[in-house]
């Protein structure tokens, strides 16, 4: 069962847009705004509570989940799986043991790089930062229903608007230029127990619309500050992308008792 919860934070109520305006490897993107509710869910769906499966005559087609990606962080990172952007950097998203949802390590958002790698658990992050991890492409050609979900940890400066502010992003595309999703900003850690659960519903992505149907799809997580005031900042574990597929048509037999 969905359970959405209402932000308290006014930057959540807005849905931003990352735009490319150079080439796709760009990281400097122009900013848009788009307003929309975000998508922040204290439980994800299920296949208990999945749309039900359609009848047609003796048939019927079921709905079925699977599983893209899981990134735990326990094991190599960014490895064949993650870019890291900008290409250079003194601060990366980067592996770390300082907080975890399960297992030893999640990734701070500024935890990787020159300097990155270089602060102890506790530090804050540094102004003026611009650290992303993208995952992609990945298919989405057959999907109903595909969802983006994942735990955060996030205390950062709250800031009144997505334009010079701190923030976790997380984003979509279909082209790996333009990208659209909710960001998240302040001090959540009372929120949830300190790891909240989040949902990005890939069907609903802001101006990038459905993506089911959409051969080539990407994902960002993007951690940004501004110029002054710094906190801890973001950790992210547990991230995961599950499509819903309907298997198509199919009959169940059962069991008959045949002579030779
Ligand atoms: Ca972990
Ligand atoms: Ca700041």
């Known amino acids: 069962m969905l359970t959405i919860r209402s932000s308290r934070l006014i930057p959540m109520s807005v849905i931003l847009v990352l735009l490319c305006t150079t080439s796709a490897r760009s990281e400097e993107p122009a900013l848009v705004y788009e307003r929309q509710s975000p998508q922040v869910v204290d439980q994800r769906s299920d296949q208990e509570t999945s749309p039900s499966p359609i009848s047609g005559g003796s048939t019927a087609s079921t709905l079925m989940w699977r599983t893209i990606l899981f990134e735990d962080f326990e094991g190599d990172f960014p490895g064949t799986r993650w870019y890291l952007a900008p290409p250079i950097s003194a601060y990366w998203w980067g592996k770390r043991d300082c907080k975890a949802y399960e297992g ?24 003026d930062i611009r650290a992303t991890m993208r995952y992609g492409p990945f298919d989405l050609s ?14 950062t400066e709250l800031g009144t608007g997505f334009i010079d502010s701190d923030y976790l992003a997380v984003l979509a ?8 999703g909710p960001f998240w900003s302040g001090d959540w850690t009372g929120t949830c127990d300190g790891w909240c659960q989040a949902l990005y519903d890939l069907t609903e992505a802001g101006s990038r619309g459905n993506l089911c149907g959409r051969p080539e799809v990407w994902i960002r997580f993007v951690f940004t500050s501004n110029s002054s005031v710094t906190d801890v900042g973001v950790f992210v574990d547990n991230v995961e992308i599950r499509v819903g597929e309907y298997l198509g048509d199919h009959q169940l037999w059962l069991p008959l008792a045949m002579g030779e």
């Open 173 to 180: 595309s279909y082209d790996n230029i333009t990208f659209s």
């Open 142 to 155: 057959n999907c109903v229903a595909a969802e983006l979900t994942f735990r955060h940890w996030t205390r």
């Open 104 to 127: 030893n390590y999640s990734a701070w958002g500024v935890g990787g790089g020159a300097l990155g790698s270089s602060l102890v658990c506790g530090d804050n992050y540094p102004n």
